[in-house]
């Protein structure tokens, strides 16, 4: 497997990509700039050496984003990814190539390698998942509408005790009120027929792809699958969801006699999964950092993502 440092330098919405030169393979095709590791080198050292060589800059910042397993007909690679926040020089094609910076939701159709699918989920979806503790009610989430509006956390509804039609008029209202985008799992409920239905994203636990049809449904959001196990991640991932919640990273009060996975096992996951993973299971937003370097690009929970008094 070849181990390929790949740096995905940020300024404001914006990224920069780059065109890949005559004669490599996916010529023409657009990338994040990076290359393979040198034989002794760490992913580290070889981020900054590439993005140098490519790009004329010298990395001030960098953060992991994700990891990511891409297998071509003729060789597997490895994209280990990294946010670059802070750089010195102005970035330029060094090696002659073409670079431009894109907005991030411009990126699905900036002619990226198909490999880099998942890095562009990772980039477009939130870092935080909220999942809503089983015991609110919709008054509970009415009250916190207009925080639920200007954050950028994306929302799970859970909320078992609604029936289906307090839980759709209650996700009619949130959107309608300014929520950007939320998830729900009653696919009992026509989303098609709703107003703003392309701002609902399907999240559905792993145990329902087995009644969920063979392939996902074209939700416009995008769909997620919660998965324990590499055997779900993978049937997720044929089945067409973007993003994956895997766990568990801790001890959680949710279940507290499931023994965790551990991070050595969610980084098995994740390595393995082809599709960008939230990392859940005890965790807080404060875990981010973590989460990433166990190759999530992003954390999920319950506790721990809203205020106190939740
Ligand atoms: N840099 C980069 N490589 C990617 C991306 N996506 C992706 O599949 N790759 C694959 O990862 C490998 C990176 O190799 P590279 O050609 O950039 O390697 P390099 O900079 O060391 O170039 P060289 O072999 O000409 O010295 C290629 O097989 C390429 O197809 C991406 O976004 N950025
Ligand atoms: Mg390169």
Redesign the pocket.
């Known amino acids: 497997m070849?181990h390929?440092a790949?740096g995905v330098l940020r300024r404001g919405s914006e990224v920069l990509i780059s065109q890949r030169l005559a004669g490599?393979?996916?010529a023409g095709q657009w990338?994040?700039?990076?290359?393979?590791l040198e034989p002794g080198e760490t992913v580290t050292q070889a981020l900054r050496r590439?993005l140098a060589e490519?790009l004329g800059v010298e990395v001030l910042d960098h953060q992991p984003l994700m990891r990511l397993v891409?297998q071509?007909p003729d060789?597997t690679?490895l994209?280990d990814t990294w946010l670059v926040n802070r750089w010195k020089q102005e970035p330029s094609g060094r090696e002659g190539q073409a670079t431009r910076w894109c907005p991030v939701e411009a990126l699905s159709t900036a002619g990226?390698?198909a490999?880099?699918q998942p890095?562009v989920a990772a980039l477009q979806w939130p870092a935080c998942y909220a999942f809503t503790p089983d015991h609110w009610s919709a008054n509970d989430l009415l009250s916190i509408r207009q925080q639920l509006a200007t954050s950028a956390v994306l929302t799970r509804l859970r909320l078992p005790r609604l029936s289906d039609t307090a839980y759709r008029d209650l996700v009619l209202r949130l959107l309608d009120s300014g929520v950007q985008r939320l998830a729900v799992d009653r696919t009992e409920i026509d989303w098609a027929a709703a107003a703003a239905a392309e701002r609902l994203i399907l999240h559905l636990p792993g145990h329902a792809l087995e009644s969920a049809g063979s392939q996902a449904p074209a939700w416009a959001g995008g769909c997620v699958v919660s998965c324990h196990d590499q055997k779900t991640s993978q049937q997720a991932a044929q089945w067409g969801a973007q993003t994956l919640v895997i766990g568990s990273a801790r001890r959680t009060a949710t279940h507290p006699d499931r023994l965790p996975a551990g991070w050595s096992e969610l980084r098995r996951l994740a390595d393995g999964a082809g599709l960008p993973c939230y990392a859940i299971g005890g965790l807080t937003p404060r875990d981010l950092s973590v989460a990433r370097r166990a190759g999530c690009f992003a954390v999920a929970g319950i506790r721990g993502f809203w205020p106190r008094s939740a």
């Open positions: 070849l390929i790949v490599k393979p996916g990338e994040f700039p990076g290359g393979k590439e490519e891409h071509y060789r690679v994209l990226l390698l490999a880099d890095l």
